[in-house]
C-alpha cells in the first residue's frame, strides 16, 4: 500500500514537472516572439528617436510637476540643469580632445542621455534657473524649458507613430502566393 502511494506521488510529480515544463517553454516562444517584434521596432532610427522623445517628454512633465512646490521644484530644476551643463561639457571636451582628421559630423556624447531639453540652448536654461533662483523658486520656470522642448519633441513622436503603423501595415500585407491559396480554398468552400 505505502509503495503505491509513494508511486502515485512520484507520478503527479512527474506530471506536475512536465506541465511545469511545457508552461515554460509557451512562455518562452511567446517571449521569443515578443522580443523580435520589440526588435524590429527599436532598430528603427524614427521609432528609436520617438521614444527617446517620450520619455524625454515624460520626464520634464513629471519635472515641472514638481517645480509647482516650492521646496521641491528648485533642487529638481536646478540638478537637471546641471546635468545639461554636464553634457554640454563632455561633448565640447570630446570634440577637443579628438584630432582634427578623425572627428565626425554629428559625434555625440554618451552623457547626451542627461540633457533633458537638448533643442534648448544652455544659455536659456541657465537664465531660466536665475529666474528661478531670484524668485526663490516661486516662479516655475522648468515648465517653460519643458515647453520649449516639447515643442520639437511632439513631430518627433508623431513621426515614430507613423512608422510605426507603416510598420505594422506592412507585416499585416499577405503576400500573392498566401492569398491565391486561400482564393483556392474559400471558393472550395473548405475553411482553413
Known sequence: MEGNRERGMMESAD??????????????????DLARRAETYLNDPTISEGAKATLRTSLNAALACGDLFVGFGLPSTLSATVLKGVSKADKILKWMRVPLRE???GDTSKLQVLDLTPDVKLR???????????????????????????????PRVWRAYKRIREIAAAKATISPEVQNAIDVFSSNEITV
Not at 514537472?17 to 508552461?23: Q, Y
Not at 519643458?146 to 520639437?152: A, N, S, Y
Open 15 to 32: 506530471m506536475s514537472l512536465r506541465e511545469s515544463i511545457k508552461a515554460y517553454d509557451s512562455f518562452r516562444a511567446e517571449y521569443d
Open 103 to 105: 572627428k565626425k559630423e
Open 124 to 154: 536659456t536654461s541657465l537664465g531660466f534657473q536665475l529666474l528661478e533662483i531670484c524668485s526663490a523658486g516661486f516662479l516655475p520656470m522648468r515648465s517653460l524649458e519643458g515647453l520649449m522642448q516639447m515643442k520639437h519633441d511632439i
